[in-house]
């Protein structure tokens, strides 16, 4: 079975700073994709970046980056030059490489950026 | 927006009734995934369907059950409702042809009183 962990259910970071967020997950798989999603208080589910298993270099998209660790199972993501509308759950997903698999979630962390 | 879509988008009932949730996957897509997401919870993977078949079961209830028209679009049916079945319902949609992403809905937030 996979799962995802996310460790910190609150984080709040300073308008401009840098944050990062932290996942972990567990799976035997080799092949597989990760995914960071966004939820803001309209519920929506906003996809932020994802990031195939073999591929060694780090997606990145304007100001989120991650840090993919496959060896450590770890894939935290980078919010650069944070902005108020940053402010949102975060889900970290996980999805074998199967095409019409279903996502596994973390639990989520709250951030808040403050002004 | 997404391109799916889900009604209603606000359900209000009583414990012990049923309920049906509708969602109209993007166009083209034949891949259907529902969700729930309970209080301040991530989301967990009910069922899933392609072109009208189950795909995969995740942690659905006996007394949830759902299906898939030749339309397409799917239907969650939640019956013998709880105060803790009250949870947002997210239907997501993928192509399943190679393309990894899946395109969620705005969700159903049902609240059972």
């Known amino acids: 079975a996979q799962t995802v962990t996310q460790s910190q259910p609150e984080m709040s970071v300073q308008e401009a700073e840098t944050v990062t967020l932290s996942c972990t997950y567990d799976?035997?798989?080799?092949?597989?994709?990760l995914f960071w999603y966004k939820q803001p208080p309209s519920r929506q589910m906003i996809l932020v970046i994802r990031?195939?298993?073999?591929?060694?270099q780090n997606a990145t998209e304007n100001r989120f980056s991650v840090n993919f660790q496959k060896a450590a199972k770890s894939f935290s993501l980078k919010i650069s030059d944070s902005q108020l509308g940053d402010t949102a759950m975060y889900f970290c997903a996980f999805m074998k490489a199967v095409v019409g698999n279903q996502f596994y979630f973390g639990t989520g962390t709250s951030l808040t950026v403050i002004p | 927006d997404s391109g799916v879509t889900q009604t209603p988008k606000h359900l209000i009932t009583a414990t012990g009734q049923r309920v049906t949730l509708r969602c109209s996957p993007r166009s083209g897509d034949l891949s259907v995934y529902w969700y729930q997401q309970s209080l301040d919870q991530g989301l967990q993977f009910l069922i899933q369907y392609y072109n009208g078949e189950e795909r995969a079961k995740g942690n659905i209830l006996e007394r949830f059950s759902a299906q898939q028209f030749p339309d397409l679009h799917s239907e969650l049916n939640l019956s013998s409702l709880e105060l803790g079945d009250s949870a947002l319902y997210f239907c997501?949609?993928?192509?399943?042809?190679?393309?990894?992403?899946?395109?969620f809905g705005p969700g159903t937030r049902l609240t059972v009183t």
């Open positions: 997501a949609s993928s192509d399943a042809t190679g393309d990894y992403e899946q395109y």
């Open positions: 990031q195939e298993a073999y591929k060694q």
């Open positions: 799976t035997s798989e080799n092949n597989y994709y």
